[in-house]
């Protein structure tokens, strides 16, 4: 079934039930070196499937879980390889939707639950989207509304140094990287130079392939204008659709739609707006739609960072 999640939707099934995890996997058509992230309905759950949990964990899962940030932490013996594609490493998280959350409490068991679309397409942020592409594949869509949040979480994982905690970002996410200053000083991202990799051993986080979040239409990302102006000189017929940050385009003879991801430049309503607005602008059957990065702040970053992936098939 897919389950809402203040990110995006999840596909989700019984943790603890192999056969029901190995659904997930094929429904999803993910190739199994792709991890599931195991979502759990309290802080307390943690110790039931991890182990040697740093106390860092703990004070930020207090202060900031149910929310969008998934711990990459070492797993128990009772999740199998399976969920975490051979790594001894389990991603868990608290996700904040009050439907979902309601679920995992009358239930006795944890979730996984990866995005619920095709693996290499653009998540889902309402039960409509997961209609879309799972109809027929699915038994049950529990409808919470559209994604509060509409990015991925953030994904964080820890190593000890000299006694002291440094958190890893693994995937930008949702999650403000900066409310993590609070609790460490030593904060790195894991270089991505490895995201064209297919091989789980060099494969951090595979979420991070590089054409993640692809819509069927040719995606250009830059300066709209430019692009624009290149367009038309190539192909004067061209029918283009246009995903601006701030911007409204008028339409004419080439511009056949423009969705604006926040009139007002404002981040958080960009990231909740921008899934549902790609796939909108896939619906127009344009020959290209133009992208254009937003501010590189906050959530700016993560949303930069699907927008590049949603390019990154076409370069
Ligand atoms: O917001 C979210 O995180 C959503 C909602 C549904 O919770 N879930 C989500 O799952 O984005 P998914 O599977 O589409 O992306 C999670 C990514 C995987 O692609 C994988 O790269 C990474 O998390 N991941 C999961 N388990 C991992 C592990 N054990 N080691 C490294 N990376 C892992
Ligand atoms: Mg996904």
């Known amino acids: 079934m897919a389950i809402p999640t203040e990110t995006v939707y999840g596909l989700a099934a019984n943790a603890l039930d192999l056969n029901a995890v190995i659904n997930v996997f094929e429904t999803k058509k993910r190739p199994r070196f792709n991890p599931l992230i195991l979502h759990i309905k309290n802080i307390d759950e943690i110790n039931k499937y991890c182990k040697n949990v740093p106390d860092i964990v703990f004070e930020i899962a207090k202060k900031y879980s149910p929310g969008p940030i998934t711990f990459l932490l070492e797993k128990k013996d009772i999740i199998d390889d399976i969920i975490t594609a051979g790594s001894s490493l389990v991603a868990i998280r608290i996700p904040n939707h009050k439907l979902t959350l309601e679920l995992l409490n009358i239930l006795d068991f944890p979730l996984v639950a990866p995005s619920a679309n095709p693996f290499g397409y653009i998540s889902p942020t309402s039960a409509k989207h997961v209609l879309d592409n799972l109809n027929g594949e699915i038994d049950y869509i529990l409808d919470g509304g559209s994604s509060e949040v509409g990015i991925e979480s953030t994904i964080i994982g820890f190593e000890t140094i000299d006694n002291l905690d ?12 900066e409310k993590l200053k609070e609790f460490s000083n030593l904060i790195e991202f894991k270089s991505i ?5 297919t091989d789980i051993k060099d494969l951090d986080s595979p979420g991070r392939l590089k054409a993640h979040y692809s819509p069927n239409t040719k995606c250009i990302l830059g300066d709209i204008n430019d692009n624009y102006k290149k367009a038309i000189e190539q192909n004067p017929k061209i029918k283009i659709a246009i995903l601006s940050f701030d911007k409204s385009y008028e339409l004419n003879n080439n511009i056949i739609s423009n969705k604006v991801l926040s009139l007002n430049s404002n981040l958080t309503e960009a990231a ?20 254009e990065r937003v501010p590189d702040t906050s959530i700016g970053e993560a949303i930069n960072d699907r927008l590049e992936r949603a390019a990154a098939k076409y370069v």
Do not use: T
Not at 166 to 177: E, T, V
Not at 193 to 197: G, L
């Open 193 to 197: 130079s490895k995201d064209d990799s």
């Open 166 to 177: 440094k958190i890893i970002i693994y995937r930008k996410g949702s999650f403000d990287i």
């Open 272 to 291: 909740k707006n921008l899934f549902s607005y790609l796939r909108e602008l896939e619906d127009e059957n344009a020959d290209l739609i133009l992208l």
